[in-house]
T-cell receptor, first 111, second 116 residues
Framework: KNEVEQSPQNLTAQEGEFITINCSYS?????LHWLQQHPGGGIVSLFM???GKKKHGRLIATINIQEKHSSLHITASHPRDSAVYIC?????????????FGTGTRLTIIP | GAGVSQSPRYKVAKRGQDVALRCDPI?????LFWYQQALGQGPEFLTY????????KSGLPSDRFFAERPEGSVSTLKIQRTQQEDSAVYLC??????????????FGPGTRLTVL
């Protein structure tokens, strides 16, 4: 079993829809990252969370440490949001800088 | 051009050949990470540098993989005697502070390695 699980694996939606991507993890963590990867491989960091909620434009990320769960929401989705969204966690080990990644959610927004 | 750059962007190697992949992090960034991403998978951690010190190399898959960052800026990932299973995209990321995984990481475009 992977330490980081994302759902759904693939998501297709109409432009304007509200999007939710989920990330669950099975171990103690000290930080969680949401990343966006476009075709061609470029990765952009969206959020780093250790508690609560963060918002940037149409993107919202939440984390519930007790439930070991995080969600990434996209409001008023647009075709340019089409990408793979990846969740990554920093394990709760002192001095451990390793990030453990999920396999990603491929999002396609249809005009 | 203030972002992370990697070279070459694409590399085709024959099985058994040695390859060297270069990462130029953002100037002044303390933390530098190497990741390996197989097709259809999420990235996997290979190694972490804080300045010139390689503090974690637990993700390197075998002793054929070697990374260095001798002056605390540019880093090179070397793979000796490449095998077909080494085919992947190799990503480099940097972060301005120590403890890079507590902070935003800035990713390079990756080097796509294909071993024939």
């Amino acid at each position: 079993k992977n330490e980081v699980e994302q759902s759904p694996q693939n998501l297709t939606a109409q432009e304007g829809e509200f999007i939710t991507i989920n990330c669950s993890y099975s171990v103690g963590i000290s930080a969680l990252h949401w990343l966006q990867q476009h075709p061609g491989g470029g990765i952009v960091s969206l959020f780093m969370l250790s508690s609560g909620k963060k918002k940037h434009g149409r993107l919202i990320a939440t984390i519930n440490i007790q439930e070991k769960h995080s969600s990434l929401h996209i409001t008023a989705s647009h075709p340019r949001d089409s990408a793979v969204y990846i969740c990554a966690v920093r394990l709760l080990n002192f001095g451990n800088e390793k990030l453990t990644f999920g396999t990603g959610t491929r999002l396609t927004i249809i005009p | 051009g203030a972002g992370v750059s990697q070279s070459p962007r694409y590399k085709v190697a024959k099985r058994g050949q040695d390859v060297a992949l270069r990462c130029d992090p953002i100037s002044g960034h303390v933390s530098l990470f190497w990741y390996q991403q197989a097709l259809g998978q999420g990235p996997e951690f290979l190694t972490y540098f804080q300045n010139e010190a390689q503090l974690d190399k637990s993700g390197l898959p075998s002793d054929r993989f070697f990374a260095e960052r001798p002056e605390g800026s540019v880093s090179t990932l070397k793979i000796q005697r490449t095998q077909q299973e080494d085919s992947a995209v190799y990503l480099c990321a940097s972060s301005p502070y120590p403890g890079g995984s507590y902070n935003e990481q800035f990713f390079g475009p990756g080097t796509r390695l294909t071993v024939l």
